[in-house]
């Protein structure tokens, strides 16, 4: 499901130079995916703690497939539109549900599964581009969508057949979006550290090849620096998620952000595109291992009964700060400079941190939570 993300981004030119669309018009293509998987995940993810989270995941799969058959054989900005937006909305339902049966069905290792779960994802998303560069000169625009489609097919057959946890008829709850979760001051907590992290990353993706550019960086930094960015997480997201479970994810995501605000002061400083890229790779290297913190601080944070809710809301909430934070950047780095962007970035992304930390509590702040009141149910 995330490949079709990853092979969105190398084909753009391809539908430009095909379809006569232009940049503005892929520009928002691009966006109407995430804005709707924005309202997805905040408006029908939450149905999953309703007894519905294989029914979400397998609609939201299938949604996924025939935005992705769209988006293939569609020749004009509409049909592109549209099959953006069915993507993004399989995608808000589907994911959250995955995640609800990963903590619901084990919850004593929910910090290494759900790290997998993002390995997974990351991996996905770095698949994209290749198969977009071995198919689409040879066979068409139509040809990558046509092999996503048909693995994510298989795979929605084989999970048809498998049984999943889902919330007791007893302890469904009757709220219909997760908002009211914000306040549980230990869930807003988690949420803002999660902000923090997609600043920075709405931030880092939108200027870094234009940093290096500006720097005289030698091309492979430009082009290479966003895939370079996901590839530890693909290794290290499991061993994240047993660290955050262990040693404390409000602890652990909060150590991160820091890591991570610092990086982005530096990136807003050096001279050089090479010490940047030394830069760089500290940074990874933390994002890594702290990245998955945040999906296990609410999950030990949210009823047991809202698992869905509470992870649409938060991949929501951030998939919006992302979109904030790449505007934000873009405008900044063009009127005031880079130093100026980056150090706003970071000082915004410390604040949220430190409220975040402030309304988890001491509880969660000092302490790991190794056993968690979430039992399978069905």
């Given amino acids: ?64 497939i025939i935005g992705c058959l769209i988006m293939g054989f569609g020749e004009t900005f509409i049909l592109l539109i549209l099959g953006r937006s069915l993507m993004g909305i399989g995608g808000g339902m589907a994911l959250p ?11 004593e290792n929910l910090g290494g599964n759900l790290g ?5 994802d990351i991996a996905g998303f770095a698949l994209g581009p290749v198969i977009s560069v071995l198919t689409v000169d040879t066979f068409g625009i139509a ?20 049984d999943v946890p889902e919330t007791a008829l007893a302890d469904r709850p009757r709220e219909h979006l997760a908002f009211d979760l914000l306040r549980i001051p230990a869930v807003s907590g988690a949420v803002l550290i999660g902000l923090a992290l997609f600043l920075m990353i709405g931030t880092f993706d939108s200027l870094w090849s234009i940093m290096m550019d500006d720097l005289s960086g030698p091309e492979w930094m430009a082009n290479a620096g966003v895939s370079l960015f996901a590839l530890p997480m693909i290794v290290l997201g499991p061993i994240g998620g047993r660290l955050a479970q262990r040693k404390g994810a409000y602890r652990l995501g909060a150590l991160g952000m820091v890591i991570g605000a610092s990086c982005m ?4 400083v050096l001279p050089s595109p090479y010490l940047m890229m030394g830069v760089f790779l500290i940074h990874i290297i933390n994002d890594g291992l702290t990245v998955t913190s945040t999906g296990v601080a609410i999950s030990l944070a949210a009823p047991t009964e809202r698992q869905a809710g509470a992870q649409g809301l938060l991949g929501g909430l951030q998939t919006l ?21 980056f150090s706003i970035t970071a000082i915004t992304m410390i604040v949220l941190v430190m409220l975040g930390l402030s309304l988890a509590g001491p509880k969660h702040r000092s302490a790991p939570v190794t056993v968690l009141a979430i039992v399978p149910t069905s």
């Fill in 1 to 64: 499901m995330s490949t079709t993300y990853g092979v969105m981004f190398t084909m753009l030119d391809d539908y430009r130079d095909e379809y006569g669309i232009s940049e503005s018009g892929l520009g928002f293509v691009l966006a109407i995916g995430f804005f709707s998987a924005f309202l997805s995940q905040i408006s029908i993810a939450p149905l999953a703690d309703r007894g519905r989270a294989k029914t979400l995941m397998v609609t939201g799969f299938l949604f996924v």
């Fill in 97 to 107: 549900a995955l995640r609800k049966i990963v903590i619901v069905a084990d919850p």
């Fill in 116 to 120: 997998k779960l993002l390995s997974v």
């Fill in 143 to 162: 040809a990558p969508f046509i092999i996503i489609s048909t693995a994510v097919f298989v795979v929605t057959m084989i999970l048809i057949r498998v």
């Fill in 265 to 268: 002061v530096l990136y807003g």
């Fill in 321 to 341: 700060m992302g979109g904030i934070g790449a505007s934000f950047a873009g405008w900044s780095y063009d009127h005031f400079g880079r130093g100026t962007t």
